[in-house]
């Protein structure tokens, strides 16, 4: 489990136009580049339950809900091979939290994107100083109390972003629906407690499988591959039941949590909260160095749920594009 201080973000969206890079971005973040099959009927769903831009909503929820020096607590980690072991960290998702197979890609993501990855075990939350550049990474194989978790903890705003979800059975599938569950540890029951007790949840994913996704189970069940009947015996779909608060659909969930980043360097007028796309790139390299695996193909390369690091990096631009040409027409 990884908890990030988030400081500084003072709204001060002065007279910049949101409306329009935010729909730009909320529609280039769920273009179906890869070809994947599913995000057309994912994202519209989530349109229309949301009423407005995905990344604008969640980017202002974290604004009004995390105080600064909040902590903010992100689930990730998504097993590829999973006949293999345990098995391995994919490169979309990880900044965050995990079981110790996931931990070295993890760490190596926070590292490549500029932070320092700190063993949360015995840390006390307080001795860090708000704006410290860490990301407390808690890699445990032991079920979390999820009560207590966010009582030591106290979390502002609970994230998963590409963390399997459990479905209608209480098995967790991969999107061809192979059953991953032993890759697991019960994390999710984190983000389903912070529901309940009301802390605000924001969910990312691209295939309907993701923890948070559950406002979208009909669409899954009735238009995704697998969505109703996985194949892995346990007699469900892979449509994950979980809700959040805020729902976040991208065709490669690495991009909704761009997005949403790039909506807080427009809400805060601090363009530092996107990262840029080179750093992000070297995340990716750092990821793969330690392990990580595409998610579409299995290779041990530069590549995200299929799309290579150039076509990759491409969107990452055009997305810190539209957050530049917004800010330069703000100032003219
Ligand atoms: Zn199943």
Known sequence: MACLSWTALI?????????????????????????RGAIAALHGEARRIVDAPLCLSAAREILARVPEG????????????????????????????????????IEAAVRGIGLVPIPAAGLDLKSLHPGDPVCLIEATDEAVDAERWLAVRGPALVIAIERPGRSVTGAYHNMSGRNV???????????????????????????????????????VRAQVAAGSACGCGCGGGIAAVS???????????????????????????????????????????ACVAAGAVDGQHNECVASVDGLAADAYGAVLELIADAVDRARHRRSV
């Open 11 to 35: 709204p001060s969206a002065g007279r910049i136009d949101l409306d329009s890079p935010a729909e730009t971005i909320d529609r280039l973040t769920n273009l179906d580049f890869p070809m």
């Open 181 to 219: 569950s032993h890759c697991l540890n019960n994390f999710e029951d984190l983000f389903i407690e912070a529901e309940s007790r009301g802390i605000w949840t924001i969910g990312i994913g691209d295939g309907g499988n993701e923890v948070g996704m559950g406002a979208l189970q009909a669409v």
């Open 70 to 105: 909040g902590v903010v607590a992100i689930l990730t980690g998504f097993p590829e091979f999973p006949w293999i072991r345990r098995g391995v960290a994919e490169t979309d998702g990880p900044v965050g939290p995990c079981e110790p197979h996931f931990a070295p890609v």
């Open 243 to 285: 809700s959040s608060r805020s729902l976040v659909t991208a065709v490669v969930a690495n991009f909704g949590a761009t997005a949403i980043a790039a909506m807080l360097a427009l809400l805060t007028d601090d363009r530092e909260a996107l990262p840029w796309p080179a750093l992000e790139l070297q995340s990716l390299d």
